[in-house]
Structures are given as structure tokens and as C-alpha cells.
């Protein structure tokens, strides 16, 4: 057909291509902001939604107050020991200092050091204690850091098994909603198939056909290009099984028009010859006669021989003379190449009779 349209004319049709494509490509991106946006229209839930609250919050608190303790212990641990550090320190160079002593009165032998020795004796005890004070202080943080650690690790093993079941019934919501989800995708884009698929049997042709094609172009590329990254581990056979059906019903249709197409095509052989070239469109008499085959049944025929002035399948005029100059020429043609002559004009210049 292209090579039987007039050059702007060829110009024109690109541009309105060129103007479905681009009406298809901002129905796409409009389409494929509202897929995207359709999970907005659910709830988002979290496992608190699900989990026992009333069981969970004394668990969770018991948790923060048990870190918090914790926490605390450890940092009074740390202090502690040093002061356990210093306090065997200094009672270590008391012992020593009374082992240096003791030394030295067993080698004087002075009875008068009697009451030193009992004072020497009282502050090594008094060291002593304070170590001992110390380490009980130390044994009792210990202590209360190991209660803490306890609690809070048997709060979360309480809590972990709570999570565990509000999880299952999280997963099973985030299922059904996924569900419903795709059911709202597949409501957005069904009818929009279903709608190009109209379109296409009834529109292709007619006066806004580049907006007939963007919109179909727009509703195939939805349905099985963006709403693939949607679809749920069963999503897969719904686009399928619509692909069957399309599939299905495009070759039905296709099956129908070609025995209508070929009924005709017999229909129109019976035809006389002029009636038959009547009824051809120009264009569509000169795009066929461009492939080299018959404007009326479409068969090969060699259209360089000059001996051929009709169709040898069908009959019809494919070669006739002007009627001014004899100048043979297509029976389509409406004007004679070689003199310009209308062709219905008769041998004086007239109109020939139909």
C-alpha cells in the first residue's frame, strides 16, 4: 500500500504513527504509576497487629528494665573492681610490711614491741576486711547483673515464641492482601484488554486510528509486560490462560475473516469485468499491481509481458489502449501516461461511455 500513496502522504501516516507511539508511551507510564500505586490502598500491617499485647508488653518492659539493669551493673562491676584492685593492693604491701616487721622483733627480741605487734596486727586485719567488703560488694553486682541477664533472657525466649505465632498470622494477612492486590491489577487491566481488543476489531481503521493503536499498544504492554513484576507465584497462570484466549480468539477471528475474505474473492471472480474494477479502490488496485499480481484475486501474474492484458486466473482487464492515442496502458489508470488523456475520454477527445 505505501508504495501507492503520494509522498506527503507517506510523511503523514509516519507522523501519525509516530503520534500513537507517543500516546501509547504516556499511557504506559500513567498506567504503570497506578499499578505501582495500588498496594497503597491496603493497610500496611506490622506483627504487633497480630501478636498478644497484653502478654508481650510486660515481656517487653521486663526486657528494657533488664538491659537497663544490666547496663548499670556493668558499669558499677567495672568500679568495683577497681576498688577490689586497690584494696588487695594495699593489703598485699600490709602484709608484707608486717612479714618485715615481724623479722625484725624476732631478731631484737624486744618484749616492749608487744603492743606495736597488736596495733600492726589490727590495721593488717582491718586491711583484710576491707578486701573482704570489697569482694562481697563485687559477688552481690555480679549477682545482679546474672539476675538481669536471666530475666531478660527468659522474656525474650517468652516473647520469641509469641513473635513466632504472630508471624505465621502476619505472613497468611501479607497473603490474602497480596491476593487482593492482584485482584485489583487484574481488574485495572482485564477490561482495558478486553476495551483494545474491541478496539481493534471495530476502530483500527477509522479516522483516529493512531489513537485506536496507542491505546491498544498501551493495554498489551500492561497486561503482559508491567504487570509481571506483580504477580503472586500463581499470577503466571492467569497471564497465561488470558494469553490462550487471546490467543484463540485472534485466530478465530483471523479463520473467519480469511474464508469471508476468500468468499468474497469468489463472489467478486463471477462479477463482471467492469463491475469488478469499479469496485477496487485505486490505491488498492495500484499497491497490488506494485507486488506484481492481480488487482482482483491477488494471484502472481507477470505484468511485463506485453502480451498479457488480462488476468489468466481470473479474467479481469489488467491492459487497455487509450482511446486518443492507442497508447496501451493499465486498466486502473485514470489518465493515459503517454498523452494525459482522461481514461474515459473517447477517440475525439470526449467522454467514453461508462
Known sequence: MSKSLRLSEKWFRRGLWLVALVFASFLIGLGSTVVGDLPQVERVRGIDDFIDLRAAEPLRDTIKASEATELQAARDLDQIRL??????????????TFGNWIATRRATAQPDQDTELIARTKALDAFKQ?????????????????????????????LAELERDAQVKLDAEYRRIELRVFAYRLA???????????????????????????????????FFVELVPYLP??????????GIVLTVLVGRYAIVALNAYLARQKLAEQQPDQVRREELSYDTALARIAKSVCPGCERPVDLKNGEIDFCPHCGIGLFDHCGVCEARKSAFSKFCHACGTSA?????????PA
Open 130 to 158: 576491707k578486701e573482704d567488703e570489697v569482694q562481697r560488694k563485687l559477688n552481690a553486682q555480679q549477682k545482679i547483673m546474672l539476675d538481669a541477664r536471666q530475666a531478660e533472657q527468659r522474656a525474650r525466649t517468652t
Open 233 to 242: 507465584s500463581y499470577g503466571g497462570y492467569v497471564r497465561y490462560v488470558v
Open 83 to 96: 576498688q577490689l584492685s586497690a584494696a588487695q593492693q594495699a593489703s598485699a604491701n600490709a602484709r608484707e
Open 188 to 222: 485495572l487491566t482485564l477490561p482495558l484488554l478486553a476495551v483494545a481488543g474491541w478496539l481493534f476489531a471495530k476502530k483500527r481503521k477509522s479516522t483516529y486510528w493512531p489513537f485506536v493503536w496507542g491505546f491498544i499498544f498501551f493495554a498489551l504492554f500492561a
Open 344 to 352: 474515459h475520454a473517447g477517440p475525439d477527445g470526449g467522454t467514453a
